[in-house]
C-alpha cells in the first residue's frame, strides 16, 4: 500500500504576490525630464493592492534606491522599476520588458498594464533570457 503525505497550504500561501520595486535613478539627459505623474505610482500601486486584494492577489510596493540606473529617456526610466511575482517565475523583470513600449509615458499607467499583465497573462511576459530586446541593458536579463 502506497501512503500519501498531504500538506495543508494556508490561504497565505495560495495568494499570488506582485511586489512593484522601485530603484534609484541619476538623469544623464539635461534635455530630458521626468514626466509629471496624473497619479503617484505609491498610490497607483495601494489603489491596485485594493482592487486586486478580493481576487487573491497582494500587490505591494518596496524601495530599493540603492541600486541606480541612469536614466537618459522614459525608456530607461522604465528600467528603474521592477516588477517580481515569484509565483509566476518572474524574479525582477524591469517593467519595460513586460508591457513592451509605453503608450502614453505615463508611469502609473504603465505599472497598471504590468501588474495586470502579471496578474492575469503572465504567460504573455517574454521569459528572461530570451533574445527579444525591449529595455536598455538593465540587468533584467531581457
Known amino acids: 500500500m502506497v501512503q500519501t503525505r498531504v500538506e495543508i497550504v494556508t490561504e497565505e500561501q495560495m495568494k499570488k504576490v506582485i511586489t512593484v520595486v522601485f530603484q534609484g535613478y541619476r538623469l544623464v539627459n539635461s534635455e530630458w525630464e521626468v514626466p509629471a505623474a496624473k497619479e ?57 520588458h513586460v508591457i513592451g513600449q509605453s503608450a502614453n509615458c505615463d508611469l502609473a499607467e504603465d505599472i497598471r498594464r504590468g501588474v495586470s499583465r502579471v496578474a492575469f497573462a503572465p504567460e504573455m511576459v517574454e521569459p528572461e533570457g530570451s533574445n527579444k530586446i525591449v529595455c536598455h541593458d538593465c540587468g533584467c536579463g531581457c
Do not use: W
Not at 510596493?61 to 541606480?68: A, F, G, I, L, Q
Open 40 to 96: 503617484s505610482s505609491r498610490a497607483c500601486v495601494e489603489s491596485l493592492q485594493e482592487e486586486y486584494a478580493p481576487l487573491g492577489i497582494n500587490v505591494v510596493s518596496r524601495e530599493e534606491p540603492d541600486t541606480v540606473h541612469e536614466v537618459s529617456g522614459y525608456g530607461d526610466f522604465l528600467n528603474t522599476v521592477r516588477i517580481r511575482s515569484p509565483k509566476d517565475s518572474i524574479s525582477n523583470m524591469c517593467l519595460g
